[in-house]
T-cell receptor
Framework: DAGVIQSPRHEVTEMGQEVTLRCKPI?????LFWYRQTMMRGLELLIY????????DSGMPEDRFSAKMPNASFSTLKIQPSEPRDSAVYFC????????????????FGAGTRLSVL | AQSVTQPDIHITVSEGASLELRCNYSYGATPYLFWYVQSPGQGLQLLLKYFSGDTLVQGIKGFEAEFKRSQSSFNLRKPSVHWSDAAEYFCAVGDPRAGNNRKLIWGLGTSLAVNP
């Protein structure tokens, strides 16, 4: 399996621009998570989906952030407008369905997108 | 409140020395327990996990962890550290009850440096 695929790996943009991060989960997984990692705040869960439905978005910083999962194989995280404080590494992770033998909340991470907002 | 504490922000060991990274949790019941490793510029990779049964679990790269219910701890150990083990290590807990709560609660991580 190819694992969780995130694109782009690096994104440099200017303040005020729209940024879209993309994620392709592992085929067959039914949960998807978006995280943000910074030196100051560590690893923060932004939002997660079960079966393409957002379950918990309490970690989304503000209305500038939005996430969608139109189908089981694709998700986006959008920031509009972007600000310098959004600079971070954004990770996507996926998890198999609960009933899968040995699954039990194991999350598989992508390589991340390093975002720099100038 | 549910939480995970990794008391050591940064640890430095010499190559070949033994290693123990600490993890304590606060949870209503015995949770599922995980250790992940993050190498520089990479995503997080599962090292090992505890669900139930034998409290000493083996993982990849020669790591092991021991669940101690009385201490609410899940410490990670390695008998002999290699330079390639230099990375960030994260402890996490998950809800053992089936259902929609798929979130993991994460510690802040321990950064491991290895001296040659």
């Amino acid at each position: 399996d190819a694992g969780v695929i995130q694109s782009p790996r690096h994104e440099v943009t200017e303040m005020g621009q729209e940024v879209t991060l993309r994620c392709k989960p592992i085929s067959g997984h039914n949960s998807l998570f978006w995280y943000r990692q910074t030196m100051m705040r560590g690893l923060e869960l932004l939002i997660y989906f079960n079966n393409n439905v957002p379950i918990d978005d309490s970690g989304m910083p503000e209305d500038r952030f939005s996430a969608k999962m139109p189908n089981a194989s694709f998700s986006t995280l959008k920031i509009q407008p972007s600000e310098p404080r959004d600079s971070a590494v954004y990770f996507c992770a996926s998890s198999p369905a609960w009933g899968v033998v040995g699954a039990k909340n194991i999350q598989y991470f992508g390589a991340g997108t390093r975002l720099s907002v100038l | 409140a549910q939480s995970v504490t990794q008391p050591d922000i940064h640890i430095t060991v010499s190559e070949g020395a033994s290693l123990e990274l600490r993890c304590n949790y606060s949870y209503g019941a015995t949770p599922y327990l995980f250790w992940y490793v993050q190498s520089p510029g990479q995503g997080l990779q599962l090292l090992l996990k505890y669900f139930s049964g034998d409290t000493l679990v083996q993982g990849i790269k020669g790591f092991e962890a021991e669940f101690k219910r009385s201490q609410s701890s899940f410490n990670l150990r390695k008998p002999s550290v290699h330079w390639s083990d230099a990375a960030e290590y994260f402890c996490a807990v998950g809800d053992p009850r089936a259902g929609n709560n798929r979130k993991l609660i994460w510690g802040l991580g321990t950064s491991l440096a290895v001296n040659p």
